[in-house]
């Protein structure tokens, strides 16, 4: 069982960053390829950013492409989420999440075995 927890969240202005943690639990977290959802409310969770077990392959949703950026860090068990030039519609409960047996970072959440609590981000105009 894989814990994580994201931390980070807050508000801020239009055009701000905000960076996002998700610490895990499991000592094998390097095997985990991990990611990056957001749920706005009334919506389903969507893809925002993957990154491959190693961290040498990434990936984002074209809405995040250019402003935010994914990586990890396998000897701290964490995953971060830099956003910056942050708008009103990246308002959203963050999650990160986890899984294994995959190369790239499956877009459908269904994939995913392990998810974190959810950290909010807030976007004022």
């Known amino acids: 069982q894989v814990q994580l927890v994201e931390s980070g969240g807050g508000l801020v202005q239009a055009g701000g960053s905000l960076r996002l943690s998700c610490a895990a639990s499991?000592?094998?977290?390097?095997?985990?390829?991990m990611a990056w959802f957001r749920q706005a409310p009334g919506k389903e969770h969507e893809f925002v950013a993957g990154?491959?077990?190693?961290?040498?392959?990434?990936e984002y949703a074209d809405s995040a492409k250019e402003r935010f950026t994914i990586s990890r860090d396998n000897a701290k068990n964490t995953v971060y989420l830099q956003m910056n030039e942050l708008k009103p519609e990246d308002a959203a409960v963050y999650y990160c999440?986890?899984?294994?047996?995959?190369?790239?970072?499956?877009?459908?959440?269904?994939?995913?075995?392990?998810w974190g609590q959810g950290t909010q981000v807030t976007v004022s105009s």
């Open positions: 499991e000592r094998t977290f390097s095997s985990y390829l």
């Open positions: 999440a986890a899984t294994v047996f995959v190369s790239r970072p499956p877009r459908d959440p269904s994939r995913y075995v392990y």
């Open positions: 990154i491959s077990q190693r961290g040498d392959s990434t």
